[in-house]
């Protein structure tokens, strides 16, 4: 069943768990999140960077998302994911986006600011969820990079006022993970989500969270963490597999033989994942 961003978030901030945000960019995707959720009763959230609403365009990938999401008989938010463009964010809304994302991340606080509520305000207008982010999150993920340089972890006396003067429903902090693949370990500052957390009502969002060790993510869910962001994991899962398929069937013409093999090695990566978030059977 399609739900808000915020219904599933409030139910995992109340219960102490996460819920796996997966990127999406053609139909072999959604359906290993959607099975890999209805086989482990988890609640999911299905999400669209603008690089994957570019690929598929969004009439293909909303109307997907949404069949997915409506035929599921778990609680499933359709979300974009690190939105910069308010065209495109209004564009989301308007093709059923149940939560959208906007990262101003990028802009002096103020400015952060100015843009997350503007686009809070009409989001709110719909009853759709609003992510936004403070702090600037290292690495590159589609139209988004940030230098190791530059990257900023969030503050959390600037997370408190930012809450008070946007009123979003959840919040993307930077605490050590970056975007991509990992050259080095990621250090998490698992203190930082705890005074975040202390000053911060609503769910708190890890992005970058692909390679980030098992037993990091556990604890940083048990700080305050409630919606893990992961896309490069899966990328893996699903193209080394298609590869491995094609370089042992060099013959093969029919892409479903090489897809769905993918698809599969995709599933068991988002089961894995469900089950270190906690989300498992909390659908029901
Ligand atoms: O917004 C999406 C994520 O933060 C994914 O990051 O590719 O490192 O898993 P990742
Ligand atoms: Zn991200």
Redesign the pocket.
Known sequence: MLVTGNEILLDAQKRGYAVGAF?VNNMEIIQAIIEAAEETRSPVIIQA?QGGIEYAGIDYLSGLAKVAAEKATVPVAIHL??GTDFGQIVSCIRHGFSSVMIDASKLPLEENIAETKKITEIAHAVGVSVEAELGKIG?T?DHISVDEADATYTDPEEAKYFMEKTGVDSLAIAVGTA??VYQGEPNIDFDRITEIAKLVDVPLVL?????VAYEDLKEAISRGICKI?????LRASFTNTAIEYAKNNPDNIDPRKMLGPAREAMKATIKEKMEVFGSVGKAD
């Open positions: 990127n960077s994911d690190h690495g993920e975007h991509g992005h970058g969270s692909s390679g962001n992961i896309d490069t994991d």
